[in-house]
């Protein structure tokens, strides 16, 4: 835990938040909200698998200096029973908050919380570079190995387990069908070429469990 703090203070002091004991108190903050016994997937595992992709890909993004932070920001709040975006609204207005408290200048908190905002639909303009890494990095785990994925799929299905079976079948069925209309899981075109096949066909499997219908969209 004491790297993952290390990694906190310096994305938070490179931001400019003042060297000050109030930035570490703040990670250690945002690292027990990441620890809540409700989270199975979304969880400091999570949070390490996204920020390591944006450090292996720092060069892909125009500025990485936010989508670290944002990175660190973009579950935070996380409540499996809250509706629509209002998971990612939350973690906005806490990046929002917890940055401007401790000295971060204004724009930046501003790109923060908009990259934030991203992850709630993953759709990103053709130039965001900084918003593009970060929602490559948030999907990574989609193109993992076959067996890591279904690991992901089912940590998914224990958060939802206050969710019956059939409404959760539907709704997470909705949400990779969602993902499959997008005209690509991946931006970054490295990561793309890497990582959209065996994305799309970790999803395109998952969705057949689920539905029982075979599921052809590229």
Known sequence: ???????????????????????????????????????????????TAVLDVV?????????????RLAAWFHDAVYDPRAAGDANERDSAALAESVLTGLGVPAPTVAEVRRLVLLTAGHTVTPNDRDGALLCDADLAVLAAPPARYDRYAAAIRHEYAHV????????????LTGLLSLPALFRCPPLTSRWEE???????????ALTGVPKNAG
């Open 164 to 175: 019956p079976e059939p409404a959760f079948r539907a709704g997470r069925a909705a949400v």
């Open 1 to 47: 835990m004491v790297d993952l703090l290390d990694r906190w203070r310096a994305a938070a002091h490179g931001a400019g938040a003042r060297p000050d004991p109030a930035t570490t108190r703040a990670g250690e903050q945002l690292i027990v909200r990441w620890r809540e016994p409700h989270r199975h997937y979304h969880t400091l595992a999570h949070l």
């Open 198 to 208: 065996p994305a799309r066909d970790n999803v395109r499997r998952e969705l057949t």
């Open 55 to 67: 450090d292996q890909h720092a060069d892909l993004a125009a500025h990485a200096g936010p989508v």
